[in-house]
């Protein structure tokens, strides 16, 4: 899937490869972590799977439906049924006038369920599931801290019963210890309704703490995909490894002695010969890279 | 390493009191924090949103809002009394003496000015040197906080250089007038982190270069544990507890420093994370004994009643917390933190092993 973004005409027209042919897959059930830095495409993949951008090439597909196509009602109907969305900024997020049951309840109300009784038990009961009262379901989000107002976007969004979740940098504007109450939230629903989550994050630790699956990506493409803990264990794409070596760790002794990778692009990688495209190095394990780069990671890995 | 806390002091603060005037009533910010900085080292003050971090280094800088007061206590700096003096002689200091970055690089610069100008106009400002010799100075500045082509870039406006390169242009300024202090308030927070990684080592080698004296304001312990050799734990206004940057990660003793750490995603494995329940307390009316009583599993009936004074842990490091009292039950560290530091302290030995057999 690639998403080009246009500026200008004619000869200053300027195009930015916001998300340049990606490819991944989230199973059933999973978990896949999108980590990367900022302005490496991986909000962007998320929105244009809601499709809130259209794709400029490429194919993506939802239990089996073609939703990369032309927008049409049925289609944007089947999008809006299937995925739902939780989003960085839990003050922007919520509309400032809508009581929580509002908010919450809207989502139900547009899918034709008018019996008010019947929207106010589901509120009600999702509100218990994410942690708060049904007292709080006639205040405003004003009212809230950073964490509940964090919950009622996730309420919103699981309320629905979508296929998919997409939560996008969900706890990155939280501080630590309400940041870790909102990450075993979602864990626990993860569990107990079996959701599908695509978890767009730039912090490492919270998405392999998180995740399944985690794909990397760098200046909108995909460099590495693999499991969590395989590809904690064993970086491969020297920008991985790079990522990885930058996480600060709660330990002053190893933090004093630890040397960081620096990772340019440019200079790592001579792809004027060679085009790289992804290629399974390990079981499971894909990393983007040329045909001899690939040669030189498995003999890496054959050494060990 | 010197780990001894009688080494010279370059900034003294002692029970710094500070409250905001607001409509219902007074928010008290910073409650009788205290704290010493060493020359030459960097003590790290850590806290969540609204623990009173960036109030207290604001109150360092003679920059607080105007509806401020401060109730009490002294920051001893250089034989004065920060709090008391004017702001005529606070000029003479401010970014002089004690420099400063904030976390936004992009709101501390101005965004129609040249970034070499801007460094320029700080060391003609305050030094005696011809307008020559301050573009050199500022070149040199340019290239110790790790800019490539200083002349191109001292053409720039902020908004053609990325966050990274932005805030190396806010570090220069805070050093141009060579400060003894450089006060750091969350300054990689806005960062990505391959980023962060490279701003945090160039700071830790100005440091030793220019033999600064660092407070360095964040909540990211991970930060902290790379940077500080001191470390201040803050909570609701007040420090809960402070020792060396390995007593507090290795041996830390206050319930909240155990929340703060446990709540902390681990790389090494997939524990459940031990989130701190509920929310901090309103400032407007702090609670009564220790603050962090109603969120703390471990709390007893007189943190309720009555603030804990420190105890004396080792002679570097402190905690408030009632546990620590003679009469208190024995209670030990959640034991997702415990086994987390057990296999630090595994990994430390092994490394060490590694490194005797190696040079041998």
Same mark, same amino acid.
């Given at each position: 899937?690639?998403?080009?973004?246009?500026?200008?005409?004619?000869?200053?027209?300027?195009?930015?490869?916001?998300?340049?042919?990606?490819?991944?897959?989230?199973?059933?059930?999973?978990?896949?972590?999108?980590?990367?830095?900022?302005?490496?495409?991986?909000?962007?993949?998320?929105?244009?799977?809601?499709?809130?951008?259209?794709?400029?090439?490429?194919?993506?597909?939802?239990?089996?439906?073609?939703?990369?196509?032309?927008?049409?009602?049925?289609?944007?109907?089947?999008?809006?049924?299937?995925?739902?969305?939780?989003?960085?900024?839990?003050?922007?997020?919520?509309?400032?006038?809508?009581?929580?049951?509002?908010?919450?309840?809207?989502?139900?109300?547009?899918?034709?369920?008018?019996?008010?009784?019947?929207?106010?038990?589901?509120?009600?009961?999702?509100?218990?599931?994410?942690?708060?009262?049904?007292?709080?379901?006639?205040?405003?989000?004003?009212?809230?801290?950073?964490?509940?107002?964090?919950?009622?976007?996730?309420?919103?969004?699981?309320?629905?019963?979508?296929?998919?979740?997409?939560?996008?940098?969900?706890?990155?504007?939280?501080?630590?210890?309400?940041?870790?109450?909102?990450?075993?939230?979602?864990?626990?629903?993860?569990?107990?309704?079996?959701?599908?989550?695509?978890?767009?994050?730039?912090?490492?630790?919270?998405?392999?703490?998180?995740?399944?699956?985690?794909?990397?990506?760098?200046?909108?493409?995909?460099?590495?995909?693999?499991?969590?803990?395989?590809?904690?264990?064993?970086?491969?794409?020297?920008?991985?490894?790079?990522?990885?070596?930058?996480?600060?760790?709660?330990?002053?002794?190893?933090?004093?002695?630890?040397?960081?990778?620096?990772?340019?692009?440019?200079?790592?990688?001579?792809?004027?010969?060679?085009?790289?495209?992804?290629?399974?190095?390990?079981?499971?394990?894909?990393?983007?890279?040329?045909?001899?780069?690939?040669?030189?990671?498995?003999?890496?890995?054959?050494?060990? | 390493?010197?780990?001894?806390?009688?080494?010279?002091?370059?900034?003294?603060?002692?029970?710094?009191? =500070? #409250? /905001?005037?607001?409509?219902? %009533? @007074?928010?008290? +910010?910073?409650? $009788? =924090? #205290? /704290?010493?900085?060493?020359? %030459? @080292?960097?003590? +790290?003050?850590? $806290?969540? #949103?609204?623990?009173?971090?960036?109030?207290?280094?604001?109150?360092?800088? $003679?920059?607080?809002?105007?509806?401020?007061?401060?109730?009490?206590?002294?920051?001893?700096?250089?034989?004065?009394?920060?709090?008391?003096?004017?702001?005529?002689?606070?000029?003479?200091?401010?970014?002089?003496?004690?420099?400063?970055?904030?976390?936004?690089?992009?709101?501390?610069?101005?965004?129609?000015?040249?970034?070499?100008?801007?460094?320029?106009?700080?060391?003609?400002?305050?030094?005696?040197?011809?307008?020559?010799?301050?573009?050199?100075?500022?070149?040199?500045?340019?290239?110790?906080?790790?800019?490539?082509?200083?002349?191109?870039?001292?053409?720039?406006?902020?908004?053609?250089?990325?966050?990274?390169?932005?805030?190396?242009?806010?570090?220069?300024?805070?050093?141009?007038?060579?400060?003894?202090?450089?006060?750091?308030?969350?300054?990689?927070?806005?960062?990505?982190?391959?980023?962060?990684?490279?701003?945090?080592?160039?700071?830790?080698?100005?440091?030793?270069?220019?033999?600064?004296?660092?407070?360095?304001?964040?909540?990211?312990?991970?930060?902290?544990?790379?940077?500080?050799?001191?470390?201040?734990?803050?909570?609701?206004?007040?420090?809960?507890?402070?020792?060396?940057?390995?007593?507090?990660?290795?041996?830390?003793?206050?319930?909240?420093?155990?929340?703060?750490?446990?709540?902390?995603?681990?790389?090494?494995?997939?524990?459940?994370?031990?989130?701190?329940?509920?929310?901090?307390?309103?400032?407007?009316?702090?609670?009564?004994?220790?603050?962090?009583?109603?969120?703390?599993?471990?709390?007893?009936?007189?943190?309720?009643?009555?603030?804990?004074?420190?105890?004396?842990?080792?002679?570097?490091?402190?905690?408030?917390?009632?546990?620590?009292?003679?009469?208190?039950?024995?209670?030990?560290?959640?034991?997702?933190?415990?086994?987390?530091?057990?296999?630090?302290?595994?990994?430390?030995?092994?490394?060490?092993?590694?490194?005797?057999?190696?040079?041998?």
């Amino acid at each position: 899937m690639s998403m080009y973004f246009y500026s200008g005409s004619g000869k200053s027209q300027q195009v930015v490869k916001a998300v340049d042919d990606v490819t991944f897959h989230i199973y059933q059930g999973e978990t896949f972590g999108l980590v990367g830095e900022s302005g490496c495409g991986k909000t962007t993949t998320g929105r244009s799977i809601i499709r809130l951008y259209t794709p400029t090439s490429g194919e993506m597909f939802l239990d089996g439906e073609d939703i990369s196509g032309p927008m049409n009602s049925r289609l944007r109907r089947y999008i809006t049924d299937k995925v739902a969305m939780i989003f960085q900024d839990p003050v922007d997020s919520l509309n400032p006038r809508m009581t929580v049951r509002e908010i919450i309840g809207e989502g139900l109300e547009v899918r034709g369920i008018k019996d008010k009784a019947v929207v106010d038990e589901k509120v009600y009961s999702i509100l218990n599931k994410v942690g708060l009262t049904r007292e709080h379901a006639t205040r405003y989000p004003h009212e809230f801290s950073g964490g509940q107002r964090q919950r009622i976007g996730i309420a919103r969004a699981i309320v629905v019963e979508p296929a998919m979740v997409i939560a996008d940098e969900p706890v990155s504007a939280l501080d630590v210890s309400i940041q870790a109450q909102v990450i075993n939230l979602l864990g626990s629903l993860k569990e107990d309704l079996g959701l599908t989550i695509l978890f767009i994050a730039h912090d490492l630790s919270v998405v392999k703490h998180f995740s399944d699956r985690i794909g990397v990506m760098y200046y909108g493409k995909l460099v590495e995909v693999a499991e969590a803990d395989e590809l904690y264990d064993n970086p491969i794409h020297p920008y991985t490894r790079a990522l990885l070596s930058a996480i600060p760790h709660p330990n002053p002794l190893s933090e004093k002695r630890r040397r960081r990778i620096t990772y340019d692009g440019l200079e790592t990688h001579d792809y004027s010969v060679e085009q790289p495209s992804m290629v399974e190095i390990l079981p499971e394990h894909f990393v983007y890279c040329s045909p001899s780069e690939a040669e030189s990671y498995r003999r890496e890995f054959k050494r060990k | 390493m010197n780990n001894q806390i009688n080494d010279e002091i370059v900034l003294d603060v002692q029970d710094l009191t =500070v #409250s /905001f005037r607001g409509f219902v %009533g @007074k928010v008290q +910010a910073v409650r $009788g =924090v #205290s /704290f010493q900085l060493p020359r %030459g @080292k960097t003590v +790290a003050i850590v $806290g969540e #949103s609204g623990s009173g971090k960036s109030v207290t280094a604001k109150s360092i800088m $003679g920059i607080l809002a105007g509806n401020a007061i401060i109730e009490k206590g002294s920051i001893l700096y250089d034989g004065d009394d920060l709090t008391k003096i004017s702001e005529k002689q606070f000029q003479d200091i401010r970014g002089k003496k004690i420099g400063l970055i904030f976390q936004d690089p992009l709101s501390s610069l101005n965004p129609i000015m040249k970034v070499g100008k801007q460094i320029t106009e700080m060391i003609l400002e305050n030094q005696k040197v011809s307008k020559k010799e301050a573009r050199e100075r500022a070149l040199d500045l340019m290239r110790d906080v790790g800019i490539p082509d200083v002349e191109q870039r001292f053409e720039h406006y902020p908004f053609q250089l990325s966050g990274g390169m932005r805030q190396r242009i806010v570090i220069a300024i805070a050093l141009a007038n060579e400060p003894e202090i450089l006060i750091c308030d969350e300054p990689t927070t806005a960062l990505d982190v391959t980023v962060q990684a490279r701003i945090l080592d160039m700071i830790n080698e100005l440091k030793y270069q220019k033999n600064l004296s660092i407070v360095f304001i964040t909540h990211d312990l991970g930060v902290v544990a790379n940077m500080a050799d001191f470390v201040y734990v803050m909570y609701a206004g007040k420090v809960v507890e402070y020792g060396t940057s390995e007593e507090i990660f290795f041996n830390p003793k206050h319930p909240y420093t155990w929340a703060l750490l446990s709540s902390m995603p681990d790389m090494d494995s997939k524990e459940k994370l031990l989130a701190i329940p509920g929310t901090p307390p309103n400032m407007l009316e702090p609670p009564v004994g220790d603050a962090f009583a109603s969120r703390n599993r471990y709390a007893m009936e007189i943190d309720f009643k009555e603030q804990p004074p420190f105890f004396k842990v080792s002679d570097t490091h402190y905690a408030a917390t009632w546990l620590l009292h003679e009469n208190a039950p024995d209670v030990e560290m959640p034991e997702v933190l415990r086994n987390r530091i057990d296999r630090m302290l595994v990994e430390e030995e092994e490394y060490h092993k590694g490194r005797g057999e190696g040079n041998q």
